[in-house]
């Protein structure tokens, strides 16, 4: 069974940093696509980034140059190193498996993980 569940998020001053991870079990992570979502109430879901399994990111533009996704493969571990945060980045983030590149990935699943509170005070 895959799951995944995200931790380190917590409340900051402007200008801070946080690192948030995902912990993953349950399938090889190592060959899957992932990425971090987040989302403020009464809005849409935002993708901030997305890695590859061969390491290639994406970020959205509005945290391009700030945050750093990155992961462990090992220890099946997804992480996002925020750095510079701004009010307008206060949301619940949380971490997907969008595909895996194994035989038995099944073409539109995906999995989420329950989501961690991020809060920024100016």
């Known amino acids: 069974q895959v799951q995944l569940v995200e931790s380190g998020g917590g409340s900051v001053q402007a200008g801070e940093s946080l690192k948030l991870s995902c912990a993953a079990s349950g399938y090889i992570f190592s060959r899957c696509e992932m990425a971090w979502f987040r989302q403020v109430p009464g809005k849409e879901r935002e993708l901030v980034a997305t890695i590859t399994e061969d390491g290639a990111t994406v970020y959205a533009a509005s945290v391009e140059g700030r945050f750093t996704i990155s992961q462990d493969n090992a220890k099946n571990t997804l992480f996002l190193q925020m750095n510079s945060l701004k009010t307008e980045d206060a949301a619940v983030y949380t971490c997907?498996?969008?595909?895996?590149?194994?035989?038995?990935?099944?073409?539109?699943?995906?999995?989420w993980g329950q989501g961690t509170q991020v809060t920024v005070y100016s």
């Open positions: 997907a498996v969008l595909y895996c590149s194994t035989p038995d990935w099944k073409s539109g699943q995906n999995y």
